[in-house]
């Protein structure tokens, strides 16, 4: 077992490099499988999500090659399988884009039920079913696989109103539409950035999407999509957990290659907590010197506040002064990491979709547990704020998502690095 070790207490100082986006690498990928041809995409996050979802490629019979740490050239001219392994599957939530892939591109996807972070019960795919089943394919589940097909080969364009405003069935019922038969509008469609990307990258290799990013989406289907040269958006959740660590900490960051518009709903909060933001082009400079003031915070569908940045910034907010509201609004439950934070010191009550914040004068080290991916990033910040030394583990949820996350917080002065440990389950086995 691997735990990150952390001595807290320390101001954090220096330059952070952002990777490519996590949430639009593990979509864009399995696009790829709609590409007729060879498709290169660079700025690639090197993290295990990314390597899962091109191992599931190669598994259908994919060539991947190789071109440096961040760049990979797809080729998907010699698929042979629409079934894909329940192994790898299982370990990824975004397996679930390969069904409109398939389908777009076979009209047929046989794909294991997706893994991944569970942070509030089993989060429902009914709205991808919903959009494929408008475009004219049957959706059944069985044997722990979601199987989708059509009559005749192909998808047929239609009017799809998702009930709620849902990024994952945004992004399949887009893939599937884009290779179907006539036109197709994605109604009450999210608007998140990386939404946005993955138009542009099915666009760039020969779809005609318009309104990604607005809440309606246009879609004439295509015959075929070409080959192409593709870089992924930078990754705004990994940008604002620096933000936010620093938050938690003090010090001053440069947070480089960002996009600083998709910034703007977790810079607004950041400053009116008291932190001082620097806009430039594609930096941000990120500081904080005095006390953190309380506000409340409301996770909405962007450009609201993001939900993949609540637990951060409940972490910070446990170090502000007063008595600060979070509100989840799109996910039931993803308080799992507060019990936590509380053996921290953290002083937070949680009812039902809203945590009251009263915040303490300092955290103190204590071995946590990582429950999900940002619950992960939760705990890396606390740890690194808090008072003496802490132990996280279910590191590998962290690893899901941030790429070279030690290194880049040595980087900027954190006391943190990772020790192996001998696993509780296997030593009782072998005391027994």
Known sequence: MTKYIVQGGKPLFGEVEISGAKNAAVAIIPAALMVDGVCR????????DVTMCLRILEQLG??????????VEIDSRKIHSTRTSMDLCSKIRASYYLIGALLARFGQADV????????????????????FTALGAKVVAEGGYVM??????????????????????TMNIMMAAAMAEGDTVIENAAKEPHIVDLANFLNSMGA???????DTIKIRGVDRLNGGTYAIIPD???AGTYMAAVAATGGQILVKNIIPKHMDCITAKLVEMGVEVEEHEDTLLVRRTGALRKVNVKTMPYPGFPTDMQPQITTVLALAQGTSLVTEGVWASRYRYVDELCRMGANIQVDERTAVVEGVDRLTGAPVQAYDLRAGAAMVIAALAAQGQSEISGIHYIERGYENIISKL???????????FP????LAASIG
């Not at 294991?112 to 959009?131: E, L, S, W, Y």
């Not at 097909?149 to 405003?165: E, F, N």
């Open 41 to 48: 995409i660079e700025n690639l996050p090197q993290i295990s």
């Open 62 to 71: 994919a060539n991947i090659r190789t071109i440096n740490r961040h760049t």
């Open 112 to 131: 294991a039920m997706p893994g991944g972070c569970n942070f509030g019960g089993v989060r429902p795919i009914d709205q991808h079913v919903k959009g």
């Open 148 to 169: 989708a097909s059509t009559d005749t080969g192909r998808l047929k364009g239609a009017t799809v109103y998702l009930d709620v405003v849902s990024v994952g069935a």
């Open 208 to 214: 005609n999407i318009r309104g990604a990013g607005t």
């Open 236 to 238: 705004q959740i990994e």
């Open 410 to 420: 040595q980087a900027l002065g954190a006391r943190i690095h990772s020790e192996d």
């Open 423 to 426: 696993d509780d389950d296997a």
